[in-house]
T-cell receptor, first 115, second 114 residues
Framework: AQTVTQSQPEMSVQEAETVTLSCTYD???????LFWYKQPPSRQMILVIR??????QNATENRFSVNFQKAAKSFSLKISDSQLGDAAMYFC????????????FGAGTRLTVKP | DAGVIQSPRHEVTEMGQEVTLRCKPI?????LFWYRQTMMRGLELLIY????????DSGMPEDRFSAKMPNASFSTLKIQPSEPRDSAVYFC????????????FGPGTRLTVL
């Protein structure tokens, strides 16, 4: 079974600075999808960014970008110009390209943004 | 679009009571997921449906848990009888079913079993 590991339970960043959240995963598959979700104190899970494994180019969404290293099975999230509203739990998730819709989540990283 | 709707938002009950959590997915979405989130175990998939049919319920903890999806716009997760260790936040999510499609989450139901 695929597993997703987020080795940083907590991270903090100064407002306007850049922070990188780590995620590694274990799989024997070659085709899959990776996601980063944000969960603010409101509890609402919000998609931040997604990456298709067959794409070599790293996904980017405004201040959010990923560093996808397929051989290393690594999928880190970089937040540039951090804002107070970025403070939240961040979850990395893996979905197989097989027929099922199962999505595996990491344990999460709590990000604090200091003013 | 109102997004995924869950009710109730908070539920406090006593051990042994039956609990029913409700979910209305986004219209047009044909996949629905139930998750449980706790500090100890993180976010766990309990069960998911495609086109109202349960596909994988291997995450359901035990027979006390059951889920139904009688139609495309409604699903329930029932716990009977409830136990204190069932206390958690339960999320419902829906998606269009495409492999690259994101799952849209509801606001969650915080369940406390005393």
């Amino acid at each position: 079974a695929q597993t997703v590991t987020q080795s940083q339970p907590e991270m903090s960043v100064q407002e306007a600075e850049t922070v990188t959240l780590s995620c590694t995963y274990d799989t024997s598959e070659s085709d899959y999808y990776l996601f980063w979700y944000k969960q603010p104190p409101s509890r609402q899970m919000i998609l931040v960014i997604r990456q298709e494994a067959y794409k070599q180019q790293n996904a980017t969404e405004n201040r959010f970008s990923v560093n996808f290293q397929k051989a290393a099975k690594s999928f880190s999230l970089k937040i540039s110009d951090s804002q107070l509203g970025d403070a939240a739990m961040y979850f990395c998730a893996y979905r197989s390209a097989m027929a099922n819709n199962d999505m595996r989540f990491g344990a999460g990283t709590r990000l604090t943004v200091k003013p | 679009d109102a997004g995924v709707i869950q009710s109730p938002r908070h539920e406090v009950t006593e051990m042994g009571q039956e609990v029913t959590l409700r979910c209305k997915p986004i219209s047009g979405h044909n996949s629905l997921f139930w998750y449980r989130q706790t500090m100890m175990r993180g976010l766990e998939l309990l069960i998911y449906f495609n086109n109202n049919v349960p596909i994988d319920d291997s995450g359901m903890p035990e027979d006390r848990f059951s889920a139904k999806m009688p139609n495309a716009s409604f699903s329930t997760l029932k716990i009977q009888p409830s136990e204190p260790r069932d206390s958690a936040v339960y999320f419902c999510a829906s998606s269009t079913g495409g492999l690259a499609s994101e799952q849209f989450f509801g606001p969650g139901t915080r369940l406390t079993v005393l």
